[in-house]
């Protein structure tokens, strides 16, 4: 997972979470908002209604148990309080049927609706009976209790505000009034009901008391508690009042002066003024209720809105932190980013182009400037740590590769210092050699051997040399004249044990600088040798030169082995590529391709191998046209019939010229050369610079075939002279011959693959 996309998570995350909580909040807000406006308007429509039949029946109620008990009560008003009631029940059964195309209220009141319209059904049969005195009075008071009690349900459901825990708070005390209030009125019934011999069945004394205890219980515990302060001024005003003191004293009265008969409870005769208390303090009590109500209608209404205000505030509050978190995260996420990208810019600078650079300069021992290196500026934050986290991390790097270098150059002048010791006592051998041929050149058996010898030496000077080069040193150079190219190839040749087998063909007449011939003639002379070594022994190893349009190509072509794609490929990336000292010291027996490649790279020239017409390997050269200069007898360059005629027997020389053609400088000379010893190996056909007159020794005769023979060879032909044994060591006879067959090997391996 991106950087990018897991910033914008960890801030998505929250957010989302945060606007569901907000959406739930509001919607959770809204419906309780909702709830309440219908449980107001169903108060205002139904609960108004449900009081005032409460208030119709308890009278009807009073007035019925009067009459039943023998209380003179007129016709015409019953007649009215019935006609009253009814009209309060047709009310409440027409708004219970429209209730049902309505919003409901948030209580369970419409299934007690149904039940107080089931009541009110048998209300016309109970007047019957009530007119008729048809049961018991106590059955027919029982009725309009039943009624009433449902009613009353109803209205608490309706009130309940079960959704708010303030406003169900606040309800209570509302429903607990008309709960006291129908209290009074069933107490006020039960007395009625006493008649003018103020005598109670026992049922009906009991059911007196309990209304008597029940109201005011209520009225101290769940209602006077509550009531605000308004209201606890009606209910103190209610309670100071003659009507309600006569109440008082009338219920004292009966709970503690009554007297028990055979047939129920005699009541003290205080209870005679009960209906003129009653009808004084009732519509007072009937106000508080209504009162309570409205309080409790108009809090809901306020808390409604409130709850509406409240979710603009979530809303709008809710939608301005979420842009501005959206901001902060879109802000940070790009400054992060941006940081991020340019940590990431400038850490692949370094090390795509400052790093390799730095590099660069340590290997070739230049010094490296501090101030292009990343620095550690001590930051706080975790992108800052993470920088100065890279620079130290630069900085060990560069330290190491420091060291690497001043050990690799240490070890560089080390070896040079040893080449060179080492070369000086070659190049004395070599001058003892040629001392020798002088003093001993008309043994040809000696000269044989001096030969072989001269060659093991020459091999161990360019091993030596090879190990300069691959010190990073260089070949010193003791040529002031330019070189034909035709000597550049003998010379080169000469240098190669299996010379014999080299058949050199100068297509142009060109000639090298002075300055890289030694260069040139190594790397040649590399080549040369590792084709002769993985060639067959008796077959040739061609190499021609001419000019091209880039400079001088040279071509060695060998009939060795053939060699897989890969396999060139690996070479090729051999001469192409410095390698560290632990590649060389992998590959100790085979660094001639190492060597070549570090020549090349200092000539400025082009080695590349490939598969030739012949299934052997063919090393191209090319060397760059500025090495180049025009021929002294031609003054320009331009193409001559270079190629030497004869056969190739001819062409080689004999052990006794190439031995003569050893020279070495002074010994005054070679000390003032560069460390390395000075090459002058050249074979006999070279032309003489210089005549007897000015010092130094005659020039070398010219052979030409078959007129330089000295008289011993026009004669008969001896059997030639045992060359003695051969020199070379088992060990280096076994790698020859190893290195033979596993080419030998692997020519036949591919011609079994090429087969159908």
Known sequence: MRLRTMLVCLAVVPTVAMAAQVTVTAQRLLAQSEHLRTDVEAGERIGVPLVGLMTR??????????????????????????????????????????????????????????????????LAAFRKRADAHSGSAEQVVDYYTGVIDDIIRAYQYEFGHAEDAELAQESRPAVALFSAGEMVAREDALLALAGPSKELAATGFSDLLDALGTHRYLYDTWIVPYLSPAEQASYDKLTASDAWHTKIRIENAVVSNHQDTATGVKLPADVGSWRAAHDAFAPQLAALNADRSRSVLAHAEAKAAELETEVYWLVGGSGGTLLLVTGVVVLTTRSVLRRLNRLHTRTVAIAEQTLPEVVARLQRGQAVDAEALPAVAGHQ??????????????????????????????????????????????????????????AFGHDEALLAQLMRSDQLTVGMRRQIENLLILAGGEIPDPHTDPMRLADLLREAAAEVEDFRRIERHALDEASVQPHVISQISHLLAELLDNATRFSPPRSKVVVRAELAADGLSIEIEDRGPRVAAAGYEEMNRRLHTAPPYSVLAENAHRLGLFVVGHLADQLQARVTLRRSVYGGTAAVVILPGELLVPTEREGEWGPVPAAEPGPATDRDPEPAAVLTAVRAPAPEVRQAAAPMPVRLRTEQALPARSGPGDGARPPLPERVPQTHLTRQLRGPRAPEPDAGRDAATPEEVADA????????????????????
């Open 57 to 122: 029946l308890q009278a009807e109620r009073a007035m019925t148990a009067a009459r039943w008990a023998g209380t003179s009560v007129a016709d015409d008003d019953l007649r009215e309080k019935r006609a009253a009631t009814d009209r309060a029940a047709a009310e409440v059964r027409q708004v219970s049927g429209s209730s049902s195309d309505a919003a409901q209220p948030s209580g369970q009141s419409d299934g007690h609706l149904d039940e107080v319209g089931a009541r009110l059904d048998q």
């Open 381 to 438: 934050d975790e992108v800052g740590r993470i920088s100065d986290a890279f620079a130290r991390v630069v900085a060990v790097s560069v330290d190491g590769h420091r060291q690497l270098a001043a050990e690799r150059h240490g070890f560089g002048l080390f070896a040079s210092g040893i080449a060179s010791r080492t070369g000086n006592l070659v190049s004395r051998q070599l001058s003892l050699t040629e001392d020798i041929q002088d």
């Open 737 to 756: 011959w190893a290195d033979y067959e596993e080419g030998t090997r692997t020519v036949e391996a591919e011609l079994r693959q090429d087969q159908p």
